[in-house]
């Protein structure tokens, strides 16, 4: 399943942006504004702490417990059965993202440009992609990683430039909690936007260098919350509070208003097919997560049918999910089970990696 | 960069087939000429000749050589009229007592430049089939190689398929040494190594494995002998083609992985930037690795020309790859899918042209594809001036003839003449293949999903891209992983003084300015104030 130690810093940098950037956008500003209004943005101030809080864990466990993988690490930290346990449920997390960022794009997809293609036949097309891709390792991905980069930022420009004669900061006013009672829900959302960094701790043990990576940790989050709120502006400012809590797929709204000159107009098919770009980079990596999990927890070596079988077991059950509406509501779900389990997992890795360094020490002398 | 793993050559090539067993020189003249005169019986173009050596009392010898292959006037001036009438003078007495007779006929009567000595039959005639001459001595167990290669070969002319406007004009040619006095003449070092080795069982091919000793990378080299001693035992290498589908890391892309010029130049230049060229006897084609996507695109015309030329050329290049590749696929998926793209005006258009054509984008697109390339590939069998008319003729007369009959649409004969003439732009005829060949998926692709399916088959070739391996060397570098310095020659062509210090292909440790100096004059220019000029006060 991939090499390991031949991802180098950089484009470690370039994998955290791409798993903060891709499905975060099509229904994080729904979630988040549609109870809360403006201020909704604010619950992107515990979502990044959230971030930082997994690489902060992420690089206190890795410069301690270089020889392993986190899946085989786990049972040394935790004991055994725990150990696994934990695994497992971080591994089905893992599965759980890929379902929804793939479903998501597939509804979007069909519901704006492809209405008459069958649903099964997107998802087939896109697991298939992913699967390809996760199968060839995680060098590939990497290198990958760095040239989507270039995709996001020039879709961000074109978005940004294209609506800047329609954006009003009035819209943005007034900056009000509307419902107290539903901030926690937004919150929530907001944290599990960030959900995907917790693919570090499978990543992290292909580095093939540890120095210099908090600093481009730290500045990787920052950037990639920079540009996430940059969205968030532009989507509230060009639509004000009642479209962006109304609208489900709204960074397409923002493209189709975009007109490249006399020329091309209407140009949504085209962000969402570049967006594409970055929705398979981001499912590529959760399933070489989740895969590479599966291979640690069954002690083998890189196994097609693993790795092909957890791919039919994500299509079958990304098939399950008719509509957009069963899909938010996965969500919906995901993000409270997500609030339940991180402060318990970074919790007891840290607490583990403690004590399993303590052991080392002691049985060392 | 990725090391190399050296690794044993497999058994089985070894056990496949055995080596020729040797035959020893007898000593005996009339016996050795027999085994000789049996193996090649029916062989019409073996020459021999038996004759003594110094006259009379002298001893018995005997010359063999392949009509054709050999230069009589050598074979006559340098072995026959010094053997047979020279030798008279130097004759072979008490005073050479000390020496024995093969050498002194070696030291005294072989006024040849290149002599080699034989240590059975076999080598002898491995020789002869390479064009030089056996010569073998009664009551010697050696023989004597004398080179006297006059097989036909053409002359140097020009590049047929890498034409430029500005640069050298020599093209290499089907002869081993002509090629490789080609290089040396642009490389006059001694750190230009040429290694010899024979490859094919039948074929017997000379291939010189050539590059600069301590600008290559030893892994690289020493990973193409290991793929080269494999084919030591394969029937026939008739062309540089058939080793490079032996040695290339995927034979099932459609990308390659080894690249082929006829330009000495270029090859000079890859040798510079560490990478190794192998020559083949009979191929004017030079095989040059490890080889990066970019590299394909790029022409020598580019670096002889300046700098914002060299760009701008650069840039129309990937441009054409693109628009060969991509336009014929994006035109369908934007009418069939995504008409509310065009902007009303250009809708209506494209609308009332394709009025009354009874096929949809897809089939109008793959019915014009498919006739030009066969187009294409018809001109290029046809000879000179009938394969260019057919080309145009051809191409002018279907494409009226077929918007007539309404069986397409004219912007669709636009859309094909405009990818014909991107796919023109590609300097090598390796990486136009790929570009030809792909588009035909990529319109399916789009005539079933639109633009999403235009990105998925994109992201397919581009995953391929990402994995793909030549000789350990990443293909897509230096976009990925992206090496911001090596851009400097794939976004630009950087100024000569500018371009990479340690080229990618090099010893990792290496560290060598690519041009060092070379600008240095502008710094000795001395301002006219400060020359002491008197005549500006007066």
Request: aromatic content about 10%; some cysteine; charged content about 15%.
């Amino acid at each position: 399943m991939g090499s390991s130690k031949l991802i180098s810093n950089r484009e470690l940098f370039h994998i955290v942006l791409m798993l903060h950037q891709g499905r975060i956008f099509w229904m994080l500003p729904y979630f988040i504004v549609k109870d809360n209004g403006t201020s909704g943005l604010l619950t992107l101030a515990p979502g990044f702490l959230a971030g930082a809080l997994i690489i902060a864990v992420c690089s206190f466990w890795g410069r301690r417990c270089r020889e392993q993988g986190f899946v085989e690490a786990l049972p040394c930290l935790l004991g055994k059965p725990f150990g696994k346990f934990l695994a497992l449920l971080l591994i089905l997390f893992y599965m759980s993202f890929v379902i929804v960022c793939l479903c998501s794009f597939v509804e979007m997809l069909r519901s704006q440009l492809l209405e008459e293609t069958p649903r099964i036949v997107l998802l087939c097309t896109l697991f298939f992609l992913v699967g390809w891709m996760s199968w060839n390792g995680l060098e590939d991905m990497a290198r990958f990683a760095v040239l989507c980069t270039v995709v996001t930022v020039l879709l961000l420009v074109l978005v940004v430039v294209g609506n800047a004669d329609v954006f009003s900061l009035e819209h943005l006013l007034p900056v009000e909690i509307k419902n107290p009672d539903l901030l926690p829900q937004s919150v929530f959302h907001g944290i599990y936007g960030y959900g995907g960094l917790l693919a570090l701790f499978m990543i992290y043990p292909a580095l093939n260098t540890r120095k210099g990576i908090k600093r481009q940790l730290w500045f990787s989050l920052l950037l990639s919350t920079i540009i996430v709120l940059a969205w968030l502006v532009m989507s509230l400012g060009v639509f004000g509070q009642a479209g962006v809590g109304t609208a489900v797929w709204l960074p397409l709204e923002l493209a189709r208003m975009v007109q490249l000159g006399p020329f091309l107009e209407r140009t949504e098919a085209l962000f969402s097919v570049l967006w594409m770009v970055i929705i398979f980079m981001n499912g590529s990596l959760l399933i070489w997560c989740a895969s590479q999990g599966m291979h640690q927890l069954l002690e083998q070596r890189k196994n097609p049918w693993i790795h092909w079988g957890m791919v039919l077991l994500l299509l079958l059950i990304s098939i399950l999910i008719k509509n957009a509406v069963q899909l938010f509501q996965l969500e919906q779900l995901l993000s409270v089970l997500y609030m339940g389990l991180l402060p318990v997992l970074l919790l007891l890795i840290a607490a583990g990696t403690v004590i399993y360094n303590k052991r080392k020490g002691e049985s060392r002398q | 960069m990725k090391k190399l793993t050296l690794q044993k050559p497999q058994t089985v090539a070894e056990s496949s087939s055995s080596p020729q067993p040797e035959k020893p020189f007898t000593g005996i003249l009339k016996q050795d000429m027999t085994w000789l005169q049996d193996r090649y019986v029916r062989c019409s173009d073996l020459i021999y000749r038996q004759f003594t050596v110094g006259g009379q009392r002298g001893r018995q010898a005997a010359v063999f050589y392949i009509d054709g292959m050999t230069s009589s006037k050598v074979v006559h001036d340098n072995i026959l009229q010094p053997l047979l009438i020279d030798a008279e003078i130097a004759k072979y007495d008490a005073e050479h007592e000390q020496e024995n007779y093969f050498s002194f006929v070696k030291q005294h009567l072989l006024p040849a430049g290149e002599i080699t000595t034989a240590d059975d039959l076999e080598q002898g005639s491995l020789a002869m089939m390479n064009g030089d001459v056996l010569l073998l001595l009664d009551g010697c167990q050696q023989g004597f190689i004398i080179d006297a290669k006059g097989f036909p070969h053409r002359s140097i002319g020009t590049s047929q398929n890498e034409m430029v406007l500005r640069g050298p004009q020599e093209a290499f040619t089907e002869t081993l040494r002509v090629n490789t006095a080609l290089i040396r003449r642009r490389l006059r070092t001694d750190q230009l190594k040429l290694e010899e080795k024979t490859l094919g069982r039948y074929t017997q091919t000379q291939v010189a494995v050539v590059y600069l000793d301590g600008v290559a990378n030893s892994n690289i080299i020493a990973e193409l002998h290991r793929r080269l001693d494999n084919l030591k035992n394969v029937d026939s290498i008739l062309d540089s083609s058939c080793i490079e589908q032996y040695i290339e890391d995927s034979p099932f892309s459609v990308f390659p992985q080894i690249q082929y010029t006829e330009r000495p130049d270029k090859v000079a230049a890859s040798l510079l930037e560490g990478r190794i060229a192998l020559v083949v006897d009979g191929s004017p084609e030079v095989l040059l690795l490890p080889l990066m996507f970019v590299q394909l695109l790029q022409s020598p015309e580019d670096y002889y020309n300046r700098v914002v030329s060299g760009t701008f050329m650069r840039w129309i290049r990937y441009m054409g790859v693109l628009i060969a590749t991509t336009f014929p696929s994006l035109y369908v998926a934007i009418t069939s899918f995504h008409p509310e793209m065009l902007p009303l005006n250009l809708f209506l258009s494209i609308s009332s042209a394709r009025e009354g054509v009874p096929f949809p984008a897809f089939v109008e697109a793959l019915i014009m594809e498919l006739a030009f390339e066969l187009l294409r590939e018809a001109s290029i069998r046809l000879p000179g001036a009938i394969g260019n008319t057919i080309g145009i003729v051809g191409a002018l007369v279907i494409g009226d003839a077929a918007v007539s009959a309404h069986l397409v649409a004219p912007q669709m004969v636009i859309v094909v003449a405009i990818t014909a003439i991107g796919s023109f732009t590609v300097p090598s005829m390796e990486a136009s293949y790929p570009i030809r060949l792909l588009r035909f998926p990529l319109m399916l692709l789009a005539a079933t999903f639109g633009l999403y399916g235009v990105m998925f088959g994109w992201l397919i070739i581009l995953m391929h891209l990402l994995h793909l391996r030549s000789f350990g060397f990443p293909y897509l570098e230096p976009l990925a992983p992206l090496k911001l310095n090596e851009l400097r020659d794939v976004l630009v062509r950087a100024p000569r003084w500018q371009m990479m210090i340690r080229p990618q292909f090099r010893e990792p440790n290496q560290q060598v300015k690519a041009d060092d100096g070379g600008r240095f004059w502008r710094r000795r220019i001395q301002p006219v104030t400060q020359r002491g000029d008197d005549s500006r006060g007066q």
